[in-house]
């Protein structure tokens, strides 16, 4: 991407496959002990750039159970199907998948058809203050 300021499409922490806080690590490279480090290592693997991803926005209500919904969750629930502000800068037009399972099965239907490897799922997300761990094999683009 020529702009990496550009819409917020661009992010420095995709493909991690480890995050490493520093006073949880000591790194030894080429016999030489790096100790004292001022931030987290972040390793990333290059075969992951030659991963092509389609990403979406999934309004999902987290840890709320809909079968139990009272008027008490109804602001944690509005909060959990808000669309991140920063998905208005990406264009002017949205697409609105209402049958999510159907979608879904016609999606892996083309994708199979095509013979082409695919993984989906939702992203996981970390604080990178608190962090400490990696990510297995294609989990990392997630």
């Given at each position: 991407?020529?702009?990496?300021?550009?819409?917020?499409?661009?992010?420095?922490?995709?493909?991690?496959?480890?995050?490493?806080?520093?006073?949880?690590?000591?790194?030894?490279?080429?016999?030489?002990?790096?100790?004292?480090?001022?931030?987290?290592?972040?390793?990333?693997?290059?075969?992951?750039?030659?991963?092509?991803?389609?990403?979406?926005?999934?309004?999902?209500?987290?840890?709320?159970?809909?079968?139990?919904?009272?008027?008490?969750?109804?602001?944690?629930?509005?909060?959990?199907?808000?669309?991140?502000?920063?998905?208005?800068?990406?264009?002017?037009y949205a697409v609105?998948?209402?049958?999510?399972?159907?979608?879904?099965?016609?999606?892996?239907?083309?994708?199979?058809?095509?013979?082409?490897?695919?993984?989906?799922?939702?992203?996981?997300?970390?604080?990178?203050?608190?962090?400490?761990?990696?990510?297995?094999?294609?989990?990392?683009?997630?």
């Open positions: 991407m020529k702009d990496k300021d550009a819409s917020g499409r661009f992010d420095n922490d995709e493909g991690t496959t480890a995050w490493l806080q520093p006073d949880e690590v000591d790194i030894q490279m080429s016999g030489i002990n790096f100790t004292g480090l001022a931030a987290p290592v972040q390793l990333q693997m290059y075969w992951l750039n030659h991963v092509r991803l389609f990403c979406m926005v999934a309004g999902h209500t987290g840890t709320l159970d809909v079968r139990r919904l009272s008027t008490d969750d109804i602001e944690e629930l509005r909060s959990a199907l808000l669309i991140p502000e920063t998905c208005l800068q990406l264009g002017k609105l998948v209402t049958n999510v399972t159907e979608f879904l099965k016609r999606m892996d239907a083309a994708i199979q058809t095509c013979n082409y490897l695919y993984f989906r799922g939702l992203v996981k997300y970390y604080d990178p203050e608190t962090f400490h761990g990696s990510f297995r094999d294609i989990e990392a683009a997630f």
